[in-house]
């Protein structure tokens, strides 16, 4: 061995010799020589290739190559100098079958290949009736109709359709190579339909304990079998009730809540005061007034000879209310004892400054003791304030009478 060309070797011996010249990828070059004394011999070596190129391609692309079992890349490949002889090309890719071809490099030669790959997939399409249902496959969901899986590995599956308020659908299909298997179903309702009036508008309505709107409630469906039915809102006593549901038949329903209530007793001294409740007229007194709604009400006794009474409640839930009321005549009553106090007032702001401050003060008190009369919802009580009113009410009348002497 004499190394890589271009060699040299100045000591070889006279005589007949035999050249040698290898590459990778070439043919072998020999030649036999002679040598002389003193002589020089040069060899011009051309070696031969041996290889050749090949572009493999695919359809689809991004394949993987291999060359009698050796990884050599994806399609599409350019291999520009490949051992010439022969080949097992293999070509494979996900969801598509493997391909396999015999071929033969000869030297110097350039081979391109293109090779179609056998699809292992077909496509799936559902449509649903109605839309929007739940589809799956080997119980895997994979979306909501309508649903299109382009590349779906071949063979069978069981597939699954499902809706709320519908017959579940389930049944086998086959995915078939290169195919698409188109699939229309049409699934059975199972439910009935509600239509819910009544009052109070904006009542709250449950169905098997799931709020799912308010009064009006129009056209809603339900599953079939027995639906239990709340109504309920703020004031107002529930509703509930049970209804068998069929299949594609209305059930119309109308509830009237009925508004939680109190009883109000309404007893005036004198008796045949005209009652007023909210301002509606009620009749006389004394009367136990039933099922007053909740909540807050005004009550007025207003009799012809005397001054009226205004009694403002609140009302709660099952209560009971009771109002015994003493009227008063205008004439030597508290309003009339505030007017001519208002009167008097006027003529000793300027000499009876300090009576009249007194009075004053008294007669504001004596006003305070009426308006919690007015307001008292236990008869002792109310006779209590209004004795403690009219005391009130005399001393200052002592000292008005006093500041107007002063005067």
Known sequence: ELGSTPA???????????????????????????????????????LKPQYGRLLLKSEPTGAVV?????????????LPELASGDYTI??????YYDTDEKFTITDGSNNERIIALHPAFGQLNVEVNPIAADVFLDGQLKGKAPVTLNELPSGSYRMKVTQELYETLEEEVTIEDGKTNKQMVFLSPRFGTLI???????????????????????????????AEIRINSKDYHESAQFIQ???????????????????????????????????????????????????QHSLVFAHPSFLEEVREFNLGLDERKEFNVKLVTYEGSIQQDIDRFAWYRNLSLVGSGGFAIGALTMKVMSNATYDDYKVATDSDQAEDLFN??????????ALLAVAVIEI
Not at 90 to 95: E, F
Not at 250 to 272: C, F, K, Q, W
């Open 196 to 226: 819910i009036t009544g009052s109070p508008v904006g009542a709250q309505i449950s169905i098997a304990g799931k709020v799912v709107g308010q009064i009006p409630l129009v056209n809603y469906q339900v599953a079939t079998g027995l």
């Open 90 to 95: 293999t070509v494979s890719k996900d969801l």
């Open 245 to 295: 549901v069929d299949v594609n038949e209305m059930y119309p329903i109308n509830v009237d809540l009925a508004r939680h209530s109190g009883t109000v007793v309404a007893i005036s001294d004198p008796p045949e005061a005209l009652l007023r409740l909210d301002g509606k007229e009620i009749g006389l007194s004394p009367q136990i007034l039933k099922q007053i709604p909740t909540g």
């Open 388 to 397: 403690q009113a009219n005391s009130q009410n005399q001393i200052a009348g």
């Open 66 to 78: 291999q060359l009698n079992g050796q990884h050599k890349g994806k399609t599409p490949l350019d």
């Open 8 to 46: 040299q070797n100045t000591k070889v011996g006279v005589g007949k010799h035999l050249i040698r010249v290898e590459k990778t990828l070439y043919h072998p070059y020999a030649e036999e020589i002679t040598i002389t004394a003193d002589g020089i011999e040069q060899v011009q070596a051309d």
